[in-house]
């Protein structure tokens, strides 16, 4: 990997962990120290960031991590709400074995290696997305839909939603599954479409259980 590429990678990890909050100035010094990494690649990595909407550079001020707001959230899932469900209905068309066993893979979690239901749906969600996007066979499609996600992380560690139930968390993904091995794109569609409303929901209802900590706009 570059050096732009590693500083990218460890910038964004921060970001959606929230080790950098939202809101807070990017200290590009404390990152080169810190990243042991030299100035042109961690001014790469923030420009790239900035296009993918986790940072925001302003003029003669510096460089700020990206607030989070209601307003924020809607518009958001107003994307994947357009998108995912494509990626479904595409991936119900075009999808190889190759690929429905590299779904099955992403949902069989092992419980026992993770420190929490919660900690093992992220890891499973996340992988079983990614995979989703890529058999969909649209370059375009999946990078917008990669970034999108990176947002959506973001969220599920701000919100602090907790899952308790692991199994039952990730049986509408089963259910997408299926109905891309039977090639139902329409089915596969309006799963998935079920599945981002109801994340949404959650998320939702959870950041406005956070008094003082979510702007309105």
Known sequence: MSLSHIAYTKIKHKIVTLELAPGSIIDETSLRSEL???RTPIR???LRLSLE???IIVPRRGIFVSEISIPHVQQLFEMRLALEP???SLAAERITGAYIQ???TALDVKLENYPSPSAAYIHADQSWHKILYEAAGNKYLETSLNALYTLSLRLWNYSRVIIDDLHSALTLHQQVVLAIKNNDSDLAHNLLERHVRVFQEEIQ???LSLPGKVKAG
């Open 205 to 207: 209802k959870a950041m």
């Open 86 to 88: 494509l990626a479904a």
């Open 36 to 38: 042991k990494l030299g």
């Open 53 to 55: 909407n986790l940072v």
């Open 102 to 104: 590299q779904l099955d």
């Open 44 to 46: 790469e990595a923030l």
